[in-house]
């Protein structure tokens, strides 16, 4: 390998390299509308705890009122099995049959 291929090959890698990073950059730099007008919607409150998102599905609900203790834990086991069962009933798992177990 010559000299001058080497340093032609250092100089394209060094370039782009260079490229790659600047390119980071500025994919990252905040824009001037970020900047000038920051969201006032993500800050939290006053004590400093964020109110937790509400629940967007029924085990969700179900473990958020179990938490509350508004449900026991005999009843939300009852209605997790409601909820498993229903799935079965509505789409049901087909499982390959496995050969090395009869």
Do not use: K
């Not at 060094?14 to 000038?36: H, K, N």
């Not at 004590?47 to 939300?76: N, W």
């Amino acid at each position: 390998m010559s000299q001058e291929g080497w340093w032609c090959r250092m100089v394209v890698l060094l370039v782009a390299t260079l490229g790659l990073i600047a390119a980071a950059a500025l994919a990252f730099w905040p824009s001037r509308d970020e900047r000038a007008a920051p969201d006032r919607t993500a800050t939290a409150p006053e004590d400093g705890y964020a109110e937790p998102a509400a629940p967007s599905s029924l085990e969700g609900v179900l473990t958020a009122q179990l938490i509350a203790g508004e449900i026991t834990r005999s009843q939300y086991l009852r209605a997790q099995e409601q909820i498993a069962a229903r799935d079965e009933a509505r789409h049901p798992m087909n499982v390959p049959w496995d050969d090395a177990h009869p």
